[in-house]
């Protein structure tokens, strides 16, 4: 069992920047890759980016260049930088991990973008 946690949302004005961050527990399983996705309200879940643990990144349409992952292998750590924030980012975002033991989620966070 992988718990995740994320931190750091909160309320920014457009066009600021929040960074996201999504600490593994201490677990001696290994995490081949990390997630970010998000919860738009009215809208599906859908890809912000991934990255692998060799550190190969993949973005959801539209997002990269405001957004960038990256990842602490050594602190069990997924970042997300995102920058240029729209009201539209607006939503609850999670983090997940990809295991041989399977796909485990954080409980999500709240990101508020004001115009």
């Known amino acids: 069992q992988v718990q995740l946690m994320e931190s750091g949302g909160g309320s920014v004005q457009a066009g600021g920047s929040l960074k996201l961050s999504c600490v593994a527990s201490e677990t001696t399983v290994s995490i081949n890759a990390n997630g970010w996705y998000r919860q738009i309200p009215g809208k599906q879940r859908e890809l912000v980016a991934t990255?692998?643990?060799?550190?190969?990144?993949n973005y959801g349409a539209a997002l990269r260049g405001r957004f960038t992952i990256s990842r602490d292998n050594n602190k069990k750590t997924v970042f997300l930088h995102m920058h240029g924030l729209k009201p539209e980012d607006t939503g609850v975002y999670y983090c997940?991990?990809?295991?041989?033991?399977?796909?485990?989620w954080g409980p999500g966070i709240q990101v508020t973008v004001s115009s």
């Open positions: 997940n991990a990809f295991t041989p033991l399977g796909t485990f």
């Open positions: 990255i692998s643990r060799e550190g190969l990144t």
